[in-house]
């Protein structure tokens, strides 16, 4: 079976889910996979493409997730099958370090080009947006020869022991995995809808806080990196008011601290800009890109000023992986299409169908407290009606209801009350408005 853009971009049912074919493979899955892994579509994929998932018992699912925001080219992108294939027959593996390519110079070329600012800037590729985050304070602590690295409540970097440091939300992400990293200070997160005193006061009370929290418990001149998401993703599409980041980045500049922006998730035209910090001209000193990278394939970067990227020590970075040629291959044909295609306008009307249906949807259904997201990343935060009180049962129910009808969505949020909203780039307008649909009558089934 071949997926990719012909893929019949239907949503189409013909068992129940999961069929039984997919019943069978999840025992199988059970038997032999940890348990520590979740599952969230309890089917098996054989195909996938455009805006749907097929299954092994021949359903047709939409896929609002995009496997986490990686496939905003959607999957197997024929560019990415393309420059992939050839890849793959003349080299496989050599090591960067070892002996180089030059689809990795190609890539880190595009990175320079592609993110915030006209200072001259330098790349190094990686395999996880984790390690992306690891080698960016590495980085940052080389540059300034200083140790702290501030991140903020909501946030989300990563599993591996730093970046599970870095992350606010205990559990599933840290819980019983602890010792965590030492020098790694969370701030409070300008959280309009959760602001005490109003959303009107958030931005500018947020950053008051930091700056006094930064100031007399930390010493800014201890701090080598501050560390942001411009809209935060698992912690539930939090998107801070203006003048929240600029304040940050103004912040980092007077003390000499690096200002990292974490765009893993929010990178690569997802938010209608091809990087979400762009939307208040925000220029980062680094910035961590991974997910819709590659179209799919692991590969993840650091890119930034020349002189913070070229102050480690020759060899400090690497990895046997980072920036393999089928990845960087792959990158180069997801860049290609976000271009050709120009994906990044496309994220805003797709964005443009989602915020107004959902909004319409919030006016009849006041389960719905918040819509909020720009682009192609929108989300929905579900509270109990009337109050802002969490509901993360209303979104249990939604996502088995949209379960049960062929539509993937994913929850988030530090309260699991949020419903995110991340279709590839390439959905077609009938299949978004169709998932949207079904949405709305979860959410009117609701008990
Ligand atoms: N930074 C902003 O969103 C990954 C996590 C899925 P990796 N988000 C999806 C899960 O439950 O593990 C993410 C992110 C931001 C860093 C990361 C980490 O990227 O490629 O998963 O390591």
Redesign the pocket.
């Known amino acids: 079976m071949s997926g990719g853009p012909s893929l019949p971009q239907e949503r189409k049912l013909v068992t129940a889910i999961p069929g039984p074919k997919s019943a069978e493979l999840l025992k199988r899955r059970s038997a032999a996979v940890s348990a520590g892994l979740g599952v969230g579509m309890p089917v098996f994929v054989t195909a996938a493409g455009g805006g749907v998932i097929q299954d092994v018992d021949g359903n047709s699912i939409i896929d609002m997730g995009a496997g986490?925001?990686v496939v905003n080219v959607g999957n197997s992108a024929d560019k990415v099958v393309e420059n992939v294939q050839a890849q793959v027959a003349a080299f496989t593996h050599t090591c960067f370090m070892v002996a180089p390519y030059m689809g990795y110079v190609e890539v880190c070329e595009h990175l320079n080009r592609l993110t915030p600012g006209d200072h001259e800037k330098k790349s190094a590729l990686f395999?996880?947006?984790?390690?992306?985050?690891e080698n960016a304070v590495k980085i940052a602590r080389v540059y300034t020869k200083r140790q702290a690295v501030i991140v903020f409540e909501h946030?989300?970097?990563?599993?591996?022991n730093l970046?599970m440091a870095m992350t606010a939300k205990n559990m599933p992400?840290k819980q019983g995995f602890g010792p965590f990293a030492s020098e790694i200070y969370r701030m409070p997160m300008a959280y309009p809808y959760r602001w005490m005193t109003g959303e009107e006061n958030c931005a500018a009370e947020a950053l008051e806080e930091f700056i006094h929290k930064v100031e007399k418990e930390l010493g800014p001149e201890n701090v080598a990196a501050i560390v942001i998401?411009p809209i935060?993703?698992?912690g539930g599409f939090i998107v801070p008011p203006k003048g929240f980041l600029p304040g940050l980045a103004a912040f980092a500049k007077k003390h000499g601290i690096v200002f990292v922006a974490?765009?893993?998730?929010?990178g690569f035209a997802r938010t209608g800009q091809m990087f979400a910090c762009e939307d208040e001209g925000v220029v980062p000193d680094l910035i961590?890109t991974?997910?819709g990278i590659a179209g799919g394939l692991?590969l993840?970067a650091v890119t930034g000023r020349a002189e913070i990227m070229d102050s480690v020590h020759v060899g400090g970075l690497g990895g046997t992986y980072g920036g393999s040629p089928i990845a960087c291959a792959a990158a180069l044909g997801a860049i290609e299409t976000i271009e050709e295609h120009d994906l990044v306008s496309q994220a805003r009307v797709l964005g443009e169908i989602m915020t107004s249906s959902l909004l319409e949807m919030q006016a009849k259904h006041p389960v719905i407290g918040d819509v909020r997201g720009r682009g192609a990343m929108v989300a929905i935060e579900l509270v109990k009606p009337g109050t802002k009180d969490p509901n993360p049962d209303a979104v249990a129910q939604i996502v088995k209801y949209c379960t049960a009808e062929g539509v993937l969505v994913l929850s988030a949020g530090t309260y699991g009350n949020v419903l995110r909203f991340l279709p590839p780039l390439v959905m077609p307008e009938h299949l978004l408005r169709e998932a949207l649909e079904i949405i709305e009558k979860a959410i009117a089934s609701l008990v």
Do not use: C, F, M, W
Not at 155 to 160: D, N
């Open positions: 986490i925001a395999n996880s947006g984790a390690e992306a985050l946030g989300y970097h990563g599993r591996t970046t992400y998401e935060q993703g698992e974490d765009e893993v998730q929010t961590t991974a997910k692991p993840s």
